[in-house]
């Protein structure tokens, strides 16, 4: 949970960095319907990505993986989904929705 975390700073960090360079103004402070249909939408998919993620960690315990085996792939699934997110919410804002 807490590498999750970091790697959703860290992702946030360099979206934000990105942003500002392609489009040279800050972010907005506020968020209107279409910020919020947007954020869904890549939760949405985030969740989904996990939720693969999170099977396949219990699917590597069905056939005799090392407890290892599951936490790397737990920690993968998560850093895959945030990853996921941000550039489905990116991929929206440029594309539309």
Do not use: C, W
Not at 19 to 47: C, G, H, Q, V, Y
């Amino acid at each position: 949970m807490s590498v999750s975390i970091v790697a959703h700073i860290i992702v946030s960090i360099i979206f934000n960095i990105v942003f500002r360079i392609t489009t040279k103004e800050k972010e907005p402070s506020f968020a209107d319907e279409l910020d919020k249909l947007i954020d869904l939408k890549a939760n949405r998919i985030s969740f989904f990505m996990f939720i693969v993620g999170f099977l396949l960690a219990m699917g590597s315990l069905v056939i005799d993986q090392p407890s290892q085996v599951m936490f790397v792939i737990l920690i993968g699934s998560g850093f895959i989904s945030d990853v996921t997110g941000s550039v489905t919410k990116l991929y929206h804002y440029r594309r539309g929705v």
